[in-house]
């Protein structure tokens, strides 16, 4: 299946960012926006026909044809622009969603690579990444986030994406309605020596700033031995996207479990730690335990609607925040992708009452 879609060539100087052009017919075709497999409408691939066409200067012209397109199918991938930069990347990131975010409320090590452009996730090459909706644990995220392909796998690597508005209609309705209804709680521990310290994951080493971060967000907040902290928090696990209106799954409740975790590694935590002293696990919103058959269900979701796609060096991932979750695949060789995001959702904070005490809080 595959789908062509012509342009204007674009102009040397580029239009306001809130300026926005539709695509119309014309006698040169300027890209070609097809499937890379005709049975997964995920990612939508968008290549120039011309060689002389600038994925910025494009983009800032077809800018209501790539929201259209982001909404539609959640994915969009650029190939075979010669983006061969950071610089390139952060400004391509800039035309099509304005300005760029601050990662915080940490939950995965990052490297600053210039301004608000991260490295991908720095764990082991060796581990892979269980699909994700960035920073769906906050009370706030980014609505759309992009990768930059600089240096790929020799060998793995890829990026799985899974479209979460299919993730959920996979899951059980009476599942659906149990997390509605109860919603998810995350339990973090930080300074512990595993995983992120607090100085990290809020960007200061101020406890007054962290309690305030926190008492803004509805996150609570408990100092422990040995300037350790740990906190809780309850979000929702289902929500409405806000341009479509489309429910999704959204949440980190299998993605922050225990149960998750690759058994060597799982099995190493749980004997070092009690359950609550974990670096981060999941569980109800009143604080009850989630049924390991359950989460099993959510992660097998996540794994019939997973897609994959090899990397090419110069590739430009757009991803609808809320209606695609991401991982990471284990590889081999030196990779190396850029991660950028933008746009701010929120939601009010959520109203909790009557918190059953976590198990040796």
Known sequence: MIKTFASHKFKSQLPPLRSRRTISASSEELVEAKFLQSDRFL????????????????AAQNLDFIETELLKWGGLLFRNFKVSNVAKFEEFIATVSGELLEYRERSSPRSRVRGNIY?????????????????????????????????????????????????????????????????????????SGLGLHWHDVFQTTDKLKVEEYCQNRDIEVQWKNGNCLRTRQVRRAILKHPKTGE?????????????????????????EFQESALPNNTYYGDGSPIELSILEEVREAYRRETVTFSWQEGDILMLDNMLVAHGRSPFVGSRKIAVGMSETYSYSPTVRQGLKPLPHS
Not at 43 to 58: Q, T
Not at 247 to 271: G, M, Q
């Open 43 to 58: 990612p939508l691939v968008i290549s120039p026909n011309l060689e002389e066409v600038n994925l910025v200067g494009w």
């Open 119 to 191: 490295t991908s996730t720095d764990y082991p090459a060796e581990q892979s990444i269980f699909l994700h909706n960035e920073n769906s644990y906050q009370d706030r995220w980014p609505l759309k986030i992009f990768f930059f392909c600089l240096k790929s796998a020799t060998l793995g690597g890829e990026t799985p994406l899974a479209d979460v508005r299919k993730v959920l209609q996979r899951i059980d309705p009476k599942i659906r309605d149990l997390f509605a209804q109860k919603q998810v709680m995350y339990v973090r521990n930080f300074g």
């Open 247 to 271: 429910k999704v799954w959204f949440n980190h409740a299998a993605f922050f479990h225990i149960s998750t975790l690759e058994p060597t590694l799982r099995d190493s935590l749980l004997a």
